[in-house]
Each structure stands twice: as structure tokens, then as C-alpha cells.
């Protein structure tokens, strides 16, 4: 759980830099805006690239580019389902083309509490 949980919180924490940038040091009049998305699972290597098997992959670009909002981390079940229960309190769960996702948006901030190594350490 230790290295799934990092790497979300890891996606938060691009996420809040990005208002911080957008807010305060941005040189452009727009604001950046981002999606990411995160899935787990495995590709296994071949010798020959033709045979590999990129299920996985095309299964984490869908949820990149179709279910996942500007500014938002979107996750997926196995993703989910690998995090620490106090993570993933801050999700909301949704669906897209048959797959449960979990989203986390910048406008839960207001309730969002700042987690690390496993403890709540500031709300």
C-alpha cells in the first residue's frame, strides 16, 4: 500500500503546486490545467513489441483522456482498492464505460486534510 499511497499523494501534491503556480508565479494570463490518472497493472515484455499485450495501457489513457476532468486525479479500482484507508476517504467514486473510478477534485480542498506517513498531521 506504502508505494501506491505515495504515488497518489505524489498526484495531489502536483495538483495543489499547480494552483500555487497558476495563482502566483504563472507568467501567461491563462491558467495551466491538467488531468491525471492513475492505473495499475501489468505489461508483461516481449521480444517482439507485436506481442505484447497493452490492455492495461489503453485502459489508463481512456481514463486520462475520457474521465478525467481539468485539474482532477482520477484513479482506478485497482489503484483504489491499494491506497491507505485514510486516502481514500477523499475520493469519489463514479463510473465510466462500465469501470468504477474514484475521483479527487481541487474543489474538495475546503475539506481536504493534509496526510502523511499514514497520520493526519495538519486540517
Known amino acids: 500500500y506504502k508505494n501506491t499511497s505515495a504515488g497518489v499523494l505524489c498526484s495531489i501534491d502536483i495538483l495543489l503546486n499547480l494552483v500555487l503556480f497558476n495563482v502566483l508565479i ?3 494570463p491563462e ?3 491538467i488531468r491525471i490518472a492513475m492505473h495499475s497493472g501489468w505489461i508483461t515484455y516481449r521480444d517482439k513489441f507485436v506481442d505484447m499485450d497493452f490492455t492495461e495501457k489503453v485502459i489508463a489513457d481512456d481514463i486520462q483522456k475520457q474521465a478525467t476532468p481539468h485539474n482532477s486525479l482520477v484513479i482506478s479500482d485497482t489503484v ?8 481514500k476517504d477523499r475520493f469519489t467514486q463514479f463510473k465510466h464505460n ?3 473510478l474514484y475521483k479527487f477534485d481541487l474543489k474538495d480542498l475546503d475539506t481536504f486534510k493534509i496526510i502523511k506517513n499514514e497520520e493526519i498531521i495538519n486540517s
Open 80 to 87: 483504489y482498492k491499494n491506497i491507505f484507508s485514510k486516502l
Open 98 to 100: 462500465d469501470m468504477v
Open 31 to 33: 491558467n495551466v490545467v
Open 26 to 28: 504563472s507568467p501567461i
